[in-house]
């Protein structure tokens, strides 16, 4: 019997082996370094060529999920280049390892989309990990090209990938947005790094366009801009753990610009932390627009230093055409701020600055304690044309019932 054990052991452990060797060739068949397609990773030479070969071979995979690694240690220069798909198998993983950077010169984007650097789009089932950093080299932009309606392109581009996961990297001075989502639902963004000047113009660290069901959580954001901006058409959002500033806050919108109809809803922001930044909770959009912001929360905020903690304007940039005001029709209703803590530096700590028509409805704030950053002085709330219910809220809210 002893014997027969003992055989039966010895197969195991030889049947065991040997899986374990198959599951580590069929790991490296799927799996696609750029090295081995010619990139030199040496932050110079332009590995674009070698990055694109290897895309190619990683969406033609039609027998299981491939990857296109990136190896660690090494830095990719990049020009901008798009990844394609739809691929043939319903999953496909880019592992960043390694760190890409932008070119240094603006002319990279001669006769290309100066939109955009890298681009993902219609793939279906991404997954991008691996610790990396993509840096933007958001520097001869900046300097470059200084006005806010010069063109300037998103670091992370993600058009049309629906299941998206991305996690672990780092994300480092793009020219404008440092990840941009439009079109793409069911979305997980999470322990992402993203870092920018505080002066850096237009420099959002996450932007979200026309897609539902979108869990960000925890990351740190630190920019010249919004933290998180969620966009027309988007709807369905969770965003928990987060710590913004430098920046200027998680926002909805703006919408309504130039007259158009833009909706935002069902957005959930939870235990956040605003440190330093210009703007905490906001919520902007243009006089002039149509459609609305609806159903949203922020509960368990901590502020610290922070400029303007809750700011709802409907007359956003409009400071520049006061001969010319309109009334604004974006709808802004079923707003909650519920335990919302913290310190404001700025006198005015809540702005309720809602349109001369219907305003602001259903705006409901339960336990918001906002006190000044420096000692002995004290903050305030403006209200203008906001209506719903204040309940253990300091400072108080004049236009909502106590």
Known sequence: MEVLIAIFFVLYLVSHCSCSRIR??????????????????????????????????????????ATLKVPPGKTFMLKPLQFSGPCSFSSVH????????????TEAWKGQDSSKWIDFSNVDGLIIDGGGQIDGSGSVWWNSCKVKSCSRPTA????????????????????????????????????????????????????V?????????????????????????????NITGITCGPGHGISVG??????????????????????????????????????????IKFEHILLTNTKNPIIIDQDYENVQNEDKKQTSEVQISGVTYRCVNGTSNSETAIILNCGAGAGCTDIFM?????????????????????????????????CLSQ
């Open 366 to 398: 339960d336990v918001v304690n906002i006190t000044s950053t420096s000692s002995g002085s004290n903050v305030h709330a403006s209200c203008n044309n906001a209506h719903g219910v204040a309940a253990s809220t300091s400072p108080p809210v004049s």
């Open 24 to 65: 580590e060739a069929a790991i490296n068949l799927y799996t696609f370094n750029v090295m081995d397609y010619g990139a030199i990773g040496d932050g110079l030479t332009d590995d674009s060529q070698a990055f694109l070969k290897a895309w190619s071979m990683v969406c033609a995979m039609k027998n299981g999920a």
């Open 209 to 237: 366009s026309q897609s539902s069901y979108i869990l960000i959580q925890r990351s740190t954001i630190a920019t010249g801009d919004d933290c998180i901006a969620m966009k027309s058409g988007t709807s369905y959002v």
């Open 254 to 295: 703006s919408l309504g610009k130039k007259g158009t109809c833009q909706t935002v809803e069902h957005v959930h922001v939870n235990n956040c932390n605003f440190k330093g930044a210009d703007n905490g909770m906001r919520i902007k959009t243009w006089p002039g627009g149509c459609g609305y912001a609806r159903n």
């Open 156 to 207: 992370l581009s993600i058009q049309n990938c629906n299941n998206l996961q991305l996690t672990g990297t780092r994300h480092l001075n793009s020219a404008r947005n440092h990840i941009s989502i439009n079109n793409s639902n069911h979305t997980h963004i999470f322990n992402v790094t993203i870092t920018a000047p505080q002066d850096s113009p237009n420099t959002d660290g996450i932007d």
């Open 94 to 105: 880019f592992q960043l390892e390694g760190d890409v950077v932008a070119p240094k010169s």
